[in-house]
């Protein structure tokens, strides 16, 4: 089946580390995105690709970083950087244009 | 600056009645406007979307009322189910170059009571 593939499910984060979330996608979707959702304040965008090779910044980029070497997979890293790294992370894709976007599930993200 | 603002924030609805769920937006460029359900632990799902061009659609027991002088668009779930129980977003989209950028609204907790 189609769809957006997000792992791992939980992910739990040392102080100082960085960590990794994986998202892949069999859609053949030219844009991929990630959100970082909060209780209460609906979802953010973090950084966005519509092309390999090629991303922006989104709305609260600081502390994240990204790579589009695929077509289908777009990974995020949650740098030390982040202080407040807890948080449901989410990534979406679309078809070129004014499509509508796709959900993973998600990552949770913690810190011990 | 939030560009999208969504109201209520929790709405408690009987088995049978009508939910309505409201959005208002600022930014002119916004020129697709997507609600997505979401459950817990879940991403979002695309429940249904408007193009301003139209001011109704309808799908089911979903209807999105869009009012475009007003910048103002709704959600209604009509013959409300315990399963439509979820938390609800709004968005509005505006073209960029290859893709989309969402802004979204902060979400309105449904709960339907039997």
């Known amino acids: 089946d189609g769809g957006i593939t997000q792992s791992p499910k939980y992910l739990f984060r040392k102080e100082g580390q960085n960590v990794t979330l994986s998202c892949e996608q069999n859609?053949?979707?030219?844009?991929m995105y990630w959100y970082r959702q909060d209780p209460g304040q609906g979802l953010r965008l973090i950084y966005y690709?519509?092309?390999?090779?090629?991303?922006q910044k989104g709305d609260i980029a600081e502390g994240y970083s990204v790579s589009r070497e695929k077509k289908e997979s777009f990974p995020l890293t949650v740098t030390s950087a982040q202080k407040n790294p807890t948080a449901f992370y989410l990534c979406?894709?679309?078809?070129?244009?004014?499509?509508?976007?796709?959900f993973g599930d998600g990552t949770r993200l913690s810190i011990l | 600056q939030q560009q999208v603002k969504q109201s209520p924030q929790s709405l408690i609805v009987q088995k049978g009645g009508i939910s309505i769920i409201n959005c208002a937006y600022e930014n002119t460029a916004f020129d697709y406007f997507p609600w997505y359900q979401q459950f817990p632990g879940k991403g979002p799902a695309l429940l249904i979307a408007i193009r301003p061009d139209v001011s109704e659609k309808k799908e089911g027991r979903f209807t999105i009322s869009f009012n475009k002088s007003a910048k103002q668009f709704s959600l209604h779930i009509m013959d409300s189910q315990p399963g439509d129980s979820a938390t609800y977003f709004c968005?509005?989209?505006?073209?960029?170059?290859?893709?989309?950028?969402?802004?979204f609204g902060t979400g309105t907790q449904l709960k339907v009571e039997l």
């Open positions: 979406a894709s679309t078809l070129s244009g004014n499509q509508p976007q796709h």
């Open positions: 859609l053949n979707h030219d844009a």
């Open positions: 690709s519509q092309i390999v090779n090629d991303f």
């Open positions: 968005a509005a989209s505006r073209p960029t170059g290859g893709g989309n950028k969402l802004t």
